[in-house]
């Protein structure tokens, strides 16, 4: 009887110590930079509780609605990029790598890059994969290389592929080789309409041979900045001219030749919707394209919603913008987090990818008669030696935690906090939020009857993560 009592003391002993012991509170991370520079991409562990009435500033996010899929963040890989990364020390380039295109704890998950089709104005001279000696023709295209390519990009993208093999890979041509265009410059000039069908299969031949080296171009936009012949290399491209290319040449040239590379159109700045949404009311031109791709160095972001309203079965891209140097922290990160991570995003885009990757201190390399030589790169290489600048944390603060397959959800915008949300592949939602006003902000989330709040330093850009 004595041993009966005893065993049931124990188990009452268990039970009382199972009932006090406290449940687990849900967790969010924020992750946080300031304008100051004091918190850079910073993580911050937050409670979730069952959504109550809270003094602060609220973000209601719904993810019963739904808009589109995105497909990354990143930089521009130009060859100069490639050739300052290409020279680095073995073991400083893997580690660089692994920390821009890895999905780490310090890793930032670039998912996303555009590479230029030949030069663009940041490599050391202009190139094609066709140059020819002055009158001379090669309609055959029996000269094609991709030679000036293979020192230095291909290189660097294997290796990035090997961090990242699902990474979308986007390619932009500055110009067609010299002797396919009116004034036989590299700089200007417009494609002479004979050799459209030649330079619609010399674009075959390049996705052919990045296919031969292991790397696959997810898309083409037909020319960077097509209303901008002031850059070396450079091509002028009016509407009509890009909608006859591609109807009658480039689309039936990837066709037949099996490429499923999508064909995105325009590439320049937001003041002119009007020219891709003149090329997609061709139908003829429209069953070949994808969508239409943006730059911000003129217009406004809410462009980008203009274009998607009159054809809101093509997709959209945001595809450049550059950080001048030597670069204002405050002024950059908050522009481009307002009008890009979050301004692009709320406007159907499906990418937002900041221009240069690396550059040197100098901002070098770049060509003459119009090449940039104010280009800060996301990172600037002095030999092994890695600055961060501000465009690295300005794509880190999305590319880190918003993966291809994430999808945009509603969320409301109250005044002075910019936000966009996200579901994302894992099932979790991230919400990059903004505060715009001079002082610090208690921000309170609420997510399916539950929430968690935090504070948001003036200026400051934080991502949520629960």
């Not at 199972?18 to 937050?46: G, I, V, Y």
């Not at 001279?125 to 291909?154: I, M, R």
């Not at 990242?164 to 002797?179: H, L, Q, R, V």
Request: glycine share 6%.
């Amino acid at each position: 009887m004595r041993s009966l009592r005893i065993f049931s003391l124990f188990l009452l002993l268990i039970v009382t110590s199972c009932a006090d012991e406290p449940k687990e509170t849900a967790k969010a991370n924020l992750w946080l930079t300031t304008m100051d520079q004091k918190s850079l991409l910073d993580q911050r562990t937050l409670e979730v509780i069952d959504a109550e009435d809270t003094l602060g500033t609220t973000i209601n996010i719904d993810t019963s609605q739904t808009f589109q899929e995105i497909d990354g963040f990143g930089y521009t890989l130009t060859g100069g990029s490639a050739l300052h990364i290409n020279k680095m020390s073995d073991s400083a380039r893997t580690e660089l790598l692994q920390e821009l295109f890895g999905t780490g704890k310090d890793e930032i998950g670039v998912s996303y890059l555009r590479l230029s089709v030949g030069a663009s104005d940041l490599n050391e001279a202009p190139f094609s994969y066709n140059d020819l000696q002055e009158g001379e023709t090669d309609v055959n295209l029996k000269n094609f290389s991709l030679a000036n390519d293979t020192v230095h990009l291909v290189p660097v993208l294997k290796e990035i592929l090997k961090i990242a093999p699902d990474i979308k890979i986007m390619g932009s041509p500055w110009s067609p080789p010299a002797w396919m265009k009116d004034n036989k410059d590299t700089r200007g000039g417009s494609l002479l309409e004979e050799y459209y069908p030649v330079y619609a299969n010399y674009l075959v031949k390049y996705v052919q041979a990045m296919a031969e080296h292991g790397i696959t171009i997810d898309a083409i936009t037909v020319q960077n900045e097509p209303l901008h012949p002031g850059n070396n290399p450079s091509l002028l491209m009016l509407a009509e001219d890009q909608a006859e290319f591609i109807k009658n040449h480039l689309g039936p040239a990837f066709e037949k030749n099996n490429i499923d590379t999508k064909i995105i159109i325009y590439d320049h700045n937001a003041d002119r919707p009007d020219y891709p949404i003149s090329i997609l009311n061709d139908p003829e031109a429209a069953k070949y394209i994808d969508g239409s791709a943006f730059h911000l160095y003129g217009g406004e972001i809410e462009a980008l919603s203009e274009v998607h309203e009159a054809h809101p079965d093509k997709n959209l891209y945001f595809t450049e913008q550059w950080v001048g140097a030597p670069g204002d922290f405050a002024k950059e990160m908050s522009w481009h987090t307002e009008n890009l991570l979050i301004g692009a995003t709320r406007n159907w885009s499906r990418t937002v990818l900041e221009w240069n990757l690396a550059a040197d201190e100098n901002q070098q390399p770049h060509t003459d008669r119009g090449g940039c030589d104010r280009c800060l790169g996301a990172i600037t290489i002095t030999g092994d030696e890695v600055t961060r600048e501000p465009a690295y944390y300005i794509i880190a603060q999305a590319s880190k935690f918003v993966r291809p397959g994430s999808v945009r959800v509603e969320s409301n915008l109250p005044e002075d906090l910019p936000n966009v949300a996200f579901l994302t592949p894992e099932g979790t939602v991230a919400l990059i939020v903004q505060n715009k006003s001079e002082t610090e902000k208690t921000v309170i989330v609420k997510l399916n009857n539950k929430q968690t709040s935090f504070q948001l330093p003036a200026g400051a850009v934080g991502t949520l993560v629960l």
